[in-house]
């Protein structure tokens, strides 16, 4: 799978300083590799939210390991994108 960037006017600098960012494989939880991250004149902490709902959301759209709960797809759904 190639690396998803996300097509938010909110996110569009921090792709900029962080062009090898991959949000399916980061995991923002873990603060040595959020301090590896460009965050000149950015806010991290709303970026840092935005990237967060943004990887949930992805994970479920693209790993819906809840198959038989029907999580993944009640998202696709909401989303209208089923």
């Given at each position: 799978m190639s690396?998803?960037?996300i097509s938010d006017p909110n996110l569009d600098r921090f792709y900029t300083q962080n062009y090898?960012?991959?949000?399916?494989?980061f995991n923002l939880r873990?603060?040595?590799a959020l301090s590896q991250l460009n965050w000149q004149d950015l806010e991290q902490?709303?970026?840092l939210d935005l990237l967060k709902k943004y990887q949930r959301l992805l994970r479920l759209l693209l790993f819906?390991?809840?198959e038989g709960l029907?999580?993944?797809?009640f998202v696709v759904d909401w989303l209208?994108?089923?």
């Amino acid at each position: 799978m190639s690396t998803i960037k996300i097509s938010d006017p909110n996110l569009d600098r921090f792709y900029t300083q962080n062009y090898n960012f991959d949000i399916l494989k980061f995991n923002l939880r873990y603060q040595a590799a959020l301090s590896q991250l460009n965050w000149q004149d950015l806010e991290q902490p709303s970026i840092l939210d935005l990237l967060k709902k943004y990887q949930r959301l992805l994970r479920l759209l693209l790993f819906p390991s809840w198959e038989g709960l029907g999580v993944g797809w009640f998202v696709v759904d909401w989303l209208g994108v089923g």
